[in-house]
Antibody
Framework: QVQLQQSGAELARPGASVKLSCKAS????????MQWVKQRPGQGLEWIGA????????RYTQKFKGKAPLTADKSSSTAYMQLSSLASEDSAVYYC????????????WGQGTLVTVSA | DIVLTQSPATLSVTPGDSVSLSCRAS??????LHWYQQKSHESPRLLIK???QSISGIPSRFSGSGSGTDFTLSINSVETEDFGMYFC?????????FGGGTKLEIK
């Protein structure tokens, strides 16, 4: 069965960077887009971006370009998102998720990683 | 970017009621619209894909309709386990934006 296992909670200082991971299992990692979604406390879902591990192609919401670069390691079936220049507004739960072949309909979600930015 | 507008923001209902949630796109997205449910402190769950396609394991009281710019998620006879947040998402073009959500609460 498809599983997405995300890394643990992070506490970081303003201005620092963190790298979140999402380890996939139960399917061919290189054949599906992996997407990342942000959710601030009590707020809605915000689509960050997606990576196609097969060739490294990426797509982003404009505001996250440069802010949240996405990478993928085919050897370990793990996707990564690095968050840089952290500020209070980056405090949120970050999810990785996988949809179908056309990247549509996110049927599989990780458990989320809580990032807290605090001095 | 395509903007999805969900309405109402909050819907207060009694168990047993039937409800409709709306999602409107800023431009035509064909049927590339998906619905999710999220309960507090849980990851979202896919309910409906491609506007009207059912998902295995999702109760049949959930159904979706629409195409182009106007979409509806219907819940026939709401149960207490259905209360929470509902989001729509489009996959017609990158970035795959979400709507702001509708909160379904107990009256």
């Amino acid at each position: 069965q498809v599983q997405l296992q995300q890394s643990g909670a992070e506490l970081a200082r303003p201005g620092a960077s963190v790298k979140l991971s999402c380890k996939a299992s139960g399917y061919t990692f290189t054949s599906y887009w992996m997407q990342w979604v942000k959710q601030r406390p009590g707020q809605g879902l915000e689509w960050i971006g997606a990576i196609y591990p097969g060739d490294g192609d990426t797509r982003y919401t404009q505001k996250f370009k440069g802010k949240a670069p996405l990478t993928a390691d085919k050897s370990s079936s793990t996707a990564y998102m690095q968050l840089s220049s952290l500020a209070s507004e980056d405090s949120a739960v970050y999810y990785c998720a996988r949809g179908g072949k056309l990247a549509a309909g996110l049927a599989y979600w990780g458990q989320g990683t809580l990032v807290t930015v605090s001095a | 970017d395509i903007v999805l507008t969900q309405s109402p923001a909050t819907l207060s209902v009694t168990p047993g009621d039937s409800v409709s949630l709306s999602c409107r796109a800023s431009q035509s997205i064909s049927n590339n619209l998906h619905w999710y449910q999220q309960k507090s402190h849980e990851s979202p769950r896919l309910l409906i894909k491609y506007a009207s396609q059912s998902i295995s394991g999702i109760p049949s009281r959930f159904s979706g309709s629409g195409s182009g710019t106007d979409f509806t998620l219907s819940i026939n006879s709401v149960e207490t386990e259905d209360f929470g947040m509902y989001f729509c998402q489009q996959s017609n073009s990158w970035p795959h934006t979400f709507g702001g959500g509708t909160k379904l609460e107990i009256k």
